[in-house]
């Protein structure tokens, strides 16, 4: 069961002014889901997005990042069922057919459309019955569909994720939307299969593609779930510009620091959904390193902890079995660390010390950490000023369970 | 339970002459087992070893290493039940006193002794059991004592592994015998928690340490389970030199070619073991990747492989779900990869070519190598000459179960 993921209601999720969404059941996989999703922008919009960096790339990865620097994008037509990735030629075919059509639906040209799938590698897609499911999405196009939006990209999922807030800027409201998916296959760069944040404010094209990348590298690229890296992964950042205040194009304006700050945010907050969400995650870990040298290494140590099987197994068992995360520390790659001089605390309790267990440590202490749904390792090198934290989850039978199982 | 490891007999493992083994059951964990080791050594046999990579290294490893570059080691002292490892000095401390007791029982010095522990971390080693262990263990020592030293070293293992041939040098024959234990935390470099190769071969010690590194490099550390490289691995060949043909120096020289050949087929042997008792393994995976531009791409390509959890899960439910590994070899880090031009090979079937599915492939072709207990993962990158093998296992509700219960 997802771990501390309040219930998200339709009213909770906030519609972004210049921007519909339409859903369809189009059958891609399996019958009676929604599977299909349309978003249709006005004119003016300013989209960013950032992709996943395997060399397997899917095919509607490569026609987006195309589609992106070419042309103003007005559209996007996301599936779920079938990720159209390892399918070679063909792939790129059924991509830029999915656009055609969409584009034929709503008299856009196709490369103003950018595609997305997610589901299942080296599968065809039945591209046929996205062609016969977008009259459907297109006419129901809606500005208050978020929250189907949200139902309709889940995969292995249990709940749907999406998150609202608003601030102020100029003197105007400004609205940011966020809907993602992903609970598998999870691992930066880029982390979550899909996440999409929209937003009313008014910002020009490389400002904005400067905040994505910003939000992206402090939310969604520092999530694992299992340490592998999706072919589809896409984070896109749409900015309508109906909110009415002036433009941002200043990257050093207050304005602008408002906008990156609250857009990261939620970005932020769906990335930790998508981990509480992981595959049969039972506990939400959050890993921070502390006083490294550099923020490289202390990822590299962070990474480690977060993708041990061993870590993760004693977490589903609450097993204060600790000396695996030093394992995994001594082996993140540092060459020259010195491990006398590191400490380990989950939550407050100092566990490790000048490279064994601390004076003070009581397993009863670690146990009672361990027996929380939610826990803070921190590991401090103690050889610098740099910090790096990363969201991970316990490893169970249920993930297993899931992932022997997802075609079937 | 173990994939095809043929039931070891007492009689399949060959003594070596110049050196006895004698067990005992300390109780350092549990009552009633096999937990304690003791090999002594003829004067003039050569040791050489490589030890683990984790800067988190236990303190007989670093304690053993000392020892090996100062003295002519004598004894060998091996527990189960506890590794001293994130233990700081006093680790360090008791696995001094291990070695002085036992040299102190044989009339050796301690630095001719090596220390060496597996088991639980960051756990204080309950050395006084190991001291009053250690008369047994040394009054018991005899050269047929193989066998029950392959089940005194095992801690998660199911079967013990051992592996015995014989080869001629010089007119003479030389017996090759070797000892390993590991299931879980298991990654290059090294790989297997504990592995003993002894010969009565006649070696010089920088050509025996040339040896051991170039035994280990195609075998202990081309062996995954879990991607946890552990604080304790360590790999010892010990040559006795009792064979009687004349001693080999050169490197160059055909007798060791054939010593080499015959050490590493050995230690190939025990590393596969390792392997094929993988905890919760199920299956035994060869990834072999072809025609890359160096041996080190092919590795990250087949590693990539071997420790994706949805890989491995795939392979626990024999589901060929073959799109996962394309995703694999996609985010393995080879910048410049192009993916059109490689081929995947499920055994002879031919999988995946010009990114994505392979014309001639049918599901049900996949799906007949998928059920089998042992199967080849083939990745030609089209892109050179360099080639590596890695052998794994699949991942099953038994790793998981092992792992979240290894304490209890």
């Not at 996205?130 to 999405?137: H, M, N, S, T």
């Not at 208050?144 to 990209?153: M, T």
């Not at 909110?243 to 932020?268: K, N, P, W, Y």
């Not at 890993?287 to 977060?306: F, L």
Request: charged share 20%; with cysteine.
């Amino acid at each position: 069961m997802p771990v501390n993921i309040p219930t998200l209601l339709p009213e909770h999720v906030l519609p972004v002014d210049g921007m519909t969404l339409g859903i369809a059941e189009a059958g891609i996989k399996k019958p009676n889901r929604k599977d299909l999703l349309v978003m249709l922008l006005d004119e003016g919009s300013q989209v960013a997005g950032v992709f996943t960096q395997n060399r397997f790339c899917a095919a509607p990865v490569v026609v987006a990042k195309q589609h992106l620097t070419r042309s103003h994008i007005r559209g996007l037509v996301v599936n779920t069922g079938n990720a159209n990735a390892g399918t070679g030629e063909t792939g790129i075919r059924d991509a830029l057919v999915a656009c055609n059509e969409l584009a034929r639906l709503t008299g856009l040209a196709p490369q103003q459309i950018l595609p997305f799938s997610t589901g299942v590698i080296m599968e065809p897609l039945p591209v046929d019955r996205i062609v016969a499911g977008l009259p459907v999405a297109v006419a129901n196009c809606k500005k208050d569909n978020w929250f189907s939006a949200a139902q309709a990209i889940m995969t292995t999922d249990i709940v749907p994720k999406a998150a609202s807030r608003q601030v102020q800027i100029d003197g105007r409201t400004v609205t940011i939307t966020g809907i993602a998916k992903g609970s598998g296959m999870i691992r930066p760069n880029m982390a979550t299969m899909l996440g999409y944040v929209a937003t009313d404010a008014a910002i020009d094209h490389s400002a904005l593609q400067f905040l994505t990348r910003h939000a992206a590298d402090r939310s969604f690229n520092r999530i694992t779930v299992d340490g592998d890296t999706s072919t589809n992964d896409a984070f896109i950042v749409i900015a309508t510009g109906k909110a009415g205040h002036r433009e941002i194009t200043r990257q050093d304006s207050a304005e602008f620091a408002v906008l990156q700050d609250a857009i990261t945010a939620i970005a932020a907050d769906l990335a930790k959904m998508i981990v509480r969400d992981g595959e049969g995650a039972t506990k939400f870990i959050t890993v921070q390193v502390d006083a490294g040298k550099d923020a490289d290494e202390c990822a590299r140590v962070a990474y480690a902890i977060a993708h041990s099987p061993l870590v993760k197994t004693a977490f589903f068992a609450s097993d204060p079995n600790l000396g695996r995360i030093l394992a995994a520390i001594g082996y993140a790659g540092i060459g020259d660390l010195d491990v006398s001089k590191l400490q380990l605390f989950l939550d407050e309790v100092l566990v490790a010390d000048r490279g064994g267990r601390a004076l003070d440590y009581h397993e009863e202490d670690g146990q009672r950490v361990m027996n929380q749904p939610e826990i803070t390792v921190r590991v401090v090198l103690n050889r610098g000023e740099a910090s790096t934290t990363v969201w991970t989850c316990d490893f169970s039978y249920d993930y297993v369970k899931i992932n022997a199982s997802y075609r079937s």
